[in-house]
């Protein structure tokens, strides 16, 4: 059974810094793509970002490209989502998930693995 823990999240004002962290039980996490999802309230969760399994290839949905990246250390079995440039349409329920293969996806339903959630506000 896998386990992710996501930290880092909390309130920030407009144009301000988090750094999401996201911590992986398991001897296998380095051969699987992990990704970030979202959700704000009475919205459906929607993808953010995603990295294949070496790290080498990454993705973002448009609206957070130049500011959000994408990271990770195989090493530690962590995942990380460096957030800067924050806007109120930021704020949501951030997730992170491991990919049921080693390949970037964009696709939710290509995600088996999920972890709790952290909370991101963004105001002023």
């Known amino acids: 059974q896998v386990q992710l823990v996501e930290s880092g999240g909390g309130s920030v004002q407009p144009g301000g810094s988090l750094r999401l962290s996201c911590a992986a039980s398991?001897?296998?996490?380095?051969?699987?793509?992990m990704g970030w999802f979202r959700q704000a309230p009475g919205e459906e969760r929607e993808f953010v970002a995603a990295?294949?399994?070496?790290?080498?290839?990454?993705s973002y949905t448009d609206s957070v490209k130049g500011r959000f990246t994408i990271s990770r250390n195989n090493a530690k079995s962590t995942v990380y989502l460096q957030m800067n440039s924050l806007k109120p349409e930021d704020t949501a329920v951030y997730y992170c998930?491991?990919?049921?293969?080693?390949?970037?996806?964009?696709?939710?339903?290509?995600?088996?693995?999920w972890g709790q959630g952290t909370q991101v506000t963004v105001s002023s």
């Open positions: 990295i294949s399994w070496s790290g080498e290839r990454t």
């Open positions: 398991g001897r296998t996490f380095s051969l699987y793509a």
């Open positions: 998930a491991r990919g049921s293969q080693a390949k970037l996806t964009t696709q939710l339903n290509d995600y088996d693995y």
